[in-house]
T-cell receptor, first 115, second 115 residues
Framework: GAGVSQSPRYKVAKRGQDVALRCDPISGHVSLFWYQQALGQGPEFLTYFQNEAQLDKSGLPSDRFFAERPEGSVSTLKIQRTQQEDSAVYLC?????????????FGNGTRLTVT | AQSVTQLGSHVSVSEGALVLLRCNYSSSVPPYLFWYVQYPNQGLQLLLKYTTGATLVKGINGFEAEFKKSETSFHLTKPSAHMSDAAEYFCAVSDRNGSQGNLIFGKGTKLSVKP
C-alpha cells in the first residue's frame, strides 16, 4: 500500500520567502508528526497531531513555523520569512494509533535550502 | 528528560565483518527503544524495536539489538556486514508513559562497508 508521501522533494527559497510543505500520511493513521533534520544530525521533533488536533507544538523553533491538519489527514507545514538556519530536511511521519507502541512510518522528506 | 547518545558518528567495517553500533539512553524509566535506518535521500525505515519481554530483539536484514537495563544500552549488531548495509543508523527512544509516541533520536552513525 502507499506510504507517507511528502511534496515537494526539494525546495529552494530565497531568504524572506514563505514556503509550504505537504504531507500525505498513510490513510487512516491517527497520529502525524513533523520532524526537522539538519545536516549531519538526527531528526528533531517539531509538532504532533492526533487527527485534526495539534496536541503538541513544543518543538517549533519560532512563531514563523506553523502547521495544520484541518481534516485529520493531509498536513501542511508552513514557514514564513525563511531564514538560512531553516535549511534542513523536513520529515513527516504517521502512525496508526497514539502512544509508543504504534510504529512511525516516515516519508522521504522535503529538503529545504534557503539561499 | 530523555536523551540518546550514539557513540561514533562514523563506523567503517569490511564486508563480512561484525557490525556493532552503540546506543545509550538516559531516561527515568526504561523507555521503548528503536533502531531506524536511513538510506541517502530517503526517509527512515524501522529496523527493530524493544517494548517489553525478551531483551534480545531481531529485526529486518539480519540485524538484532539487546536491551541492557543495567547499562542503559541498546546496541545494534549484525554478524556479517553486506555492502547494502551502508547507510545511516539512528537509535531512538519513546516515553513508555507518553500518550503521543513521539521519538527522540540520537545523532546517527554512518556505516560504511568496504569490499
Amino acid at each position: 500500500g502507499a506510504g507517507v508521501s511528502q511534496s515537494p522533494r526539494y525546495k529552494v527559497a530565497k531568504r524572506g520567502q514563505d514556503v509550504a510543505l505537504r504531507c500525505d500520511p498513510i490513510s487512516g493513521h491517527v497520529s502525524l508528526f513533523w520532524y526537522q533534520q539538519a545536516l549531519g544530525q538526527g531528526p528533531e521533533f517539531l509538532t504532533y497531531f492526533q487527527n485534526e488536533a495539534q496536541l503538541d507544538k513544543s518543538g517549533l523553533p519560532s512563531d514563523r513555523f506553523f502547521a495544520e491538519r484541518p481534516e485529520g489527514s493531509v498536513s501542511t507545514l508552513k514557514i514564513q520569512r525563511t531564514q538560512q538556519e531553516d535549511s534542513a530536511v523536513y520529515l513527516c511521519a504517521s502512525s496508526r494509533w497514539t502512544g509508543g507502541l504504534s510504529p512511525l512510518h516516515f516519508g522521504n522528506g522535503t529538503r529545504l535550502t534557503v539561499t | 528528560a530523555q536523551s540518546v547518545t550514539q557513540l561514533g558518528s562514523h563506523v567503517s567495517v569490511s564486508e563480512g565483518a561484525l557490525v556493532l553500533l552503540r546506543c545509550n539512553y538516559s531516561s527515568s524509566v526504561p523507555p521503548y527503544l528503536f533502531w531506524y535506518v536511513q538510506y541517502p535521500n530517503q526517509g527512515l525505515q524501522l529496523l527493530l524495536k524493544y517494548t517489553t519481554g525478551a531483551t534480545l530483539v531481531k529485526g529486518i536484514n539480519g540485524f538484532e539489538a539487546e536491551f541492557k537495563k543495567s547499562e542503559t544500552s541498546f546496541h545494534l549488531t549484525k554478524p556479517s556486514a553486506h555492502m547494502s548495509d551502508a547507510a545511516e543508523y539512528f537509535c531512538a527512544v519513546s516515553d513508555r508513559n507518553g500518550s503521543q509516541g513521539n521519538l527522540i533520536f540520537g545523532k546517527g552513525t554512518k556505516l560504511s562497508v568496504k569490499p
